[in-house]
C-alpha cells in the first residue's frame, strides 16, 4: 500500500509528534494535582525517564500512547498498512525498551504505573481514571496498568 501523502509532509506530520507534555500527559497531572499529590516530571536519572514521578512515595508514572507503545488488544495500536517490516521492528523495540525500562525502575525500588491514552479516549474508563490512580497509588501493587477494557 502506498501512503496517502507525500513524503515532505508526512515527515513534517511525524516531527510534530510530542514526546512530552502531550494532552494525556496533561490530563494525568492536572487529575493528580486535584487529587493532591505532587510530583516531578521527566526525572532524566531514572530508568525510562517516567512523565511523573512522586520520589517521597517512589511511584514512578508512564502516560503511554497506545499506537506509540503498541497496547496489545487496544483498537488504538493498528499496524500501519504502509512499510509495514518497519513499523514493526519500531513499534517492537519500543515495547522491549519501556520493558526494560519497568524492570530497572522496580529493582532499584520504585512502583510503577502505566496509565494508556485509551484510557482517556474512553468517557467510561475516563470518568473513573482519578480513583483507579488513587487507588493504585495508595496500595502497594508494584505494577499497576490503567486503559479501556479490551475490545476483543
Known sequence: MVDVVPPHVRSRMMSGIQGKNTKPELIVRRMLFASGYRFRLHRRDLPGTPDIVMPGRRVAIFVQGCFWHFHQGCRYAKMPATRPEFWKAKLEANVERDS???????????????????????AEVAAGLQAAMNTWIKGSEPLGEIGAPSQG
Do not use: F, I, N, P
Request: some cysteine; charged content about 35%.
Open 100 to 122: 526494560r525500562a519497568v524492570e530497572k525502575l522496580q529493582k532499584l525500588g520504585w512502583r510503577v504505573l502505566c496509565v494508556w491514552e485509551c484510557s482517556m479516549r474512553d
